[in-house]
């Protein structure tokens, strides 16, 4: 488990991070969302000690991270950091060698890789004859390539497409069946409300909402009701706790607005009395309309 406990970073006078706090457990896939500026990358650096927080505690399994676990950690950062004149072998090599392993087990994993990624033609070609996806799924490649137990991905699926995009959480999925804690950003909402439990939304260095992804929806749920039924309107806007009933342009189509998700139970309780019901629905807002709500910014991006 990482524990993240009021940390802070600041930069001179500005301070990045601000008193963060968050848990990610073995086998949870955690998003650390934010606008640009907002200090998620800083966050990231400082998790794995790259940069020097200015105070609180970061532990993995109750451990300070420091260089005796680092071996445990993989990070894939947003810009490339490959050495692109290298080939995927010897890429692949240099970074299994400074995680501590052995050049047959590097070997080993790294051709399953390619090979689930249908990249395996490229085993001796230099980073640089790769396109800009195909040094993605290397870079990722070697991320992972030690089976760690914290892993950190700075908007991984940049650049990528839909197939691709699907490769990518396909092999983060297996990740966490392992335990393999996962923590990543994404200007992608839907990436996150896909394949993701828990998250952090950041804005100018502070946590601004956090929680389980269900327990957020249900927090800021629409007080809207789709109905598609033949009903009496009025009947319906005689119950306690709605506020109106907006009938749409298809025939027997319905907005209920109500005061809260208390109202629902009557409201259902009466459809039930009426023919012709073919839907009946509470709206559940995006993540993307939950985080402009807190933010006041689109995150598409």
């Excluded at 963060?20 to 934010?34: C, H, K, P, Q, Y």
């Excluded at 439990?197 to 260095?205: D, Q």
């Excluded at 009426?274 to 509470?282: E, L, R």
Aim: charge should be neutral; hydrophobic fraction near 40%.
């Amino acid at each position: 488990m990482l524990k993240v406990e009021n940390v802070s970073k600041s930069y001179g006078s500005f301070l990045a991070v601000d008193d963060l706090s968050f848990e990610v457990g073995n086998g949870e896939i955690f998003a650390l969302l934010g606008v640009n500026g907002a200090g998620k990358t800083t966050t990231f650096r400082v998790i794995i000690g790259l940069l020097e927080k200015d105070k609180g505690t970061i532990t993995l399994d109750g451990k300070p991270i420091d260089y005796s676990v680092t071996d445990k950690i993989g990070f894939l950062t947003e810009e490339r950091s490959l050495l692109t004149k290298l080939t995927v072998r010897e890429q692949a090599i240099y970074y299994g060698i400074l995680k501590g392993m052995k050049e047959n087990d590097i070997l080993e994993k790294l051709k399953y890789w390619l090979d689930r990624f249908n990249v395996s033609e490229y085993l001796d070609k230099k980073i640089k004859e790769l396109s800009k996806g195909n040094q993605q799924k290397i870079q990722f490649i070697t991320a992972i390539i030690n089976e760690p137990k914290l892993l950190i991905l700075d908007e991984p699926f940049s650049g990528l497409d839909p197939i691709n995009i699907e490769m990518f959480m396909s092999a983060i999925r297996d990740l966490k069946k392992t335990g393999t804690s996962i923590i990543f950003s994404s200007h992608r909402m839907e990436h996150v409300e896909l394949f993701c439990e828990k998250l952090v939304v950041m804005m100018k260095g502070k946590s601004v909402l956090s929680g389980s992804i269900g327990e957020i929806k249900k927090k800021y749920r629409k007080k809207n009701i789709l109905i598609k039924a033949d009903l009496d309107i009025k009947k319906l806007e005689s119950i306690k706790g709605v506020v109106s009933v907006e009938e749409q342009g298809d025939h027997h189509s319905y907005v209920v607005s109500i005061e809260d998700e208390s109202v629902v139970d009557n409201v259902f309780a009466y459809i039930k009395t009426c023919k012709n019901v073919t839907s009946f629905t509470v709206e559940e807002p995006t993540l993307n309309e939950i985080f402009i709500s807190k933010v006041g910014e689109s995150y598409e991006g």
